[in-house]
């Protein structure tokens, strides 16, 4: 009998994403290579538009004094599960891009005039901001939570690895190595993050965890 491929994901698993994993012969081991502080703030100004780069910048500014306020302004953001988040709590959301690359021409050409409000992390590249400057469009920024490494030593042998941000990366390798790991990241900026590190890489086609686990389990159907 062949031994089960050992799958580490660096970061937690709802049930049903671990179960997927499970049901299709896979050993798994989780651990939160990053923790997420939520951060208060003020709003500055009544925005006109909301820009929200993650479902974390959701989920924090979900807990501000002015969130009835904050719903009645229609909102832009990246990733599908980022739009659904914000569907599901009220907001109305009139754009969506997987990248902040593909978002960013949209504002630039749809919402110049816009009075926008810009939720994200302390660890958020500089894609919009910088395209929102160059095309004068009025915002301001809040940093609404934080990325905290959480390093953890792996003893066991791993067979893959599933990355969901470029910090859990870095996270990672502060106490372990990648050797011979087949690597399955969210998107393209987490699988940049192993330049020079790897070229054992598959990136999902959509941005989500479910599909990080799918193409897990197609890329070893065959191996099983």
Do not use: W
């Amino acid at each position: 009998m062949k031994p089960k491929i050992c799958i580490l994901s660096t970061k937690r698993l709802n049930s049903n994403q671990k179960q997927f994993l499970l049901n299709a012969g896979f050993s798994v081991i989780e651990a939160d290579f990053i923790k997420i502080i939520f951060v208060p703030f003020q709003l500055k100004t009544i925005p006109t538009l909301l820009l929200f780069t993650s479902q974390n910048a959701v989920k924090s500014v979900l807990q501000n004094e002015n969130i009835e306020t904050l719903k009645q302004i229609p909102a832009v953001c990246v990733g599908s599960k980022t739009k659904q988040l914000l569907q599901e709590n009220g907001f109305n959301v009139l754009e969506v891009q997987e990248y902040a690359e593909d978002l960013a021409p949209i504002i630039q050409q749809k919402y110049h005039l816009e009075q926008i409000a810009f939720f994200a992390g302390n660890l958020r590249r500089d894609v919009l901001p910088n395209a929102m400057q160059k095309a004068n469009i009025s915002f301001e920024e809040y940093i609404v939570y934080r990325n905290t490494t959480n390093s953890i030593e792996i003893q066991a042998e791993t067979d893959a690895l599933l990355f969901f941000s470029p910090s859990g990366i870095h996270s990672y390798l502060q106490q372990n190595t990648i050797k011979n790991q087949t690597c399955f990241c969210i998107g393209t900026t987490t699988a940049a993050a192993l330049n020079g590190i790897t070229n054992n890489i598959v990136i999902a086609n959509k941005q989500t965890v479910e599909n990080v686990i799918i193409q897990c389990i197609n890329y070893y159907s065959n191996k099983l």
